[in-house]
């Protein structure tokens, strides 16, 4: 075989290498992300009885006249806040919806440690739930900054993100056109864990009356 076709056949085989382990690089991240949460929900959500997520005891039992046994894209956002069993970091816009707040006040009371940073105009509005959740002991800091604290996401375990344009509110769950975004995905939630400490450290009262 002359030096030119052995040049030609060793280039080949370095390229079919190259090729190969490409692809096994794709089926591993494949594979690896094959079991990670991503997760749409649309709103505004079909209204129906959500009881039977805060006492899973009660089905059955609820004699209200919504729907029941229905799943919703409420019902499922539900689930995946009550999912939290160590932390659960909020920022949020507004904060009215009352099936919300006792969700995250059901969770402080299991011992899950709770802290949310909220915009300091729309957390004193009227039907705001911010006070009854400083009441139940839950930590709240709110934006101390002259601009909006428009961000409204969770992270739920320091491993699942929540976001998207939706605002705690009842008007928004049922009303609104409104999407939110639900991923384990770590390069997407790593920065809004980033964002919510650098927003937690900025709006401490101690650090802010310092400042004045």
Not at 117 to 125: E, T
Request: glycine share 6%.
């Amino acid at each position: 075989m002359s030096l030119t076709w052995s040049l030609k056949a060793f280039s080949l085989g370095v390229v079919a290498f190259s090729l190969s382990l490409e692809l096994l690089c794709w089926l591993f991240g494949r594979l690896k992300h094959r079991g990670t949460l991503n997760k749409v929900l649309i709103f505004p959500s079909e209204v129906a009885c959500v009881e039977y997520l805060f006492r899973p005891n009660s089905v059955g039992l609820c004699f209200c006249g919504l729907p029941h046994g229905v799943e919703t894209s409420f019902s499922h956002l539900l689930r995946y806040i009550l999912s939290a069993s160590s932390s659960l970091d909020l920022c949020l816009f507004s904060f009215s919806n009352i099936d919300l707040k006792r969700a995250v006040i059901l969770l402080h009371e299991k011992g899950v440690t709770i802290r949310v940073v909220v915009d300091k105009d729309y957390s004193a509005i009227t039907g705001s739930q911010i006070g009854c959740l400083r009441k139940a002991g839950i930590r709240v800091r709110c934006e101390a900054d002259y601009v909006h604290m428009h961000h409204k996401f969770a992270v739920v375990d320091s491993r699942l993100l929540i976001t998207g344009s939706l605002n705690w509110t009842l008007t928004a769950v049922q009303c609104n056109r409104e999407n939110v975004i639900i991923t384990e995905e770590a390069e997407l939630v790593q920065p809004f864990i980033k964002e919510f400490e650098r927003l937690w450290v900025l709006n401490d009262p101690a650090r802010v009356y310092n400042n004045l």
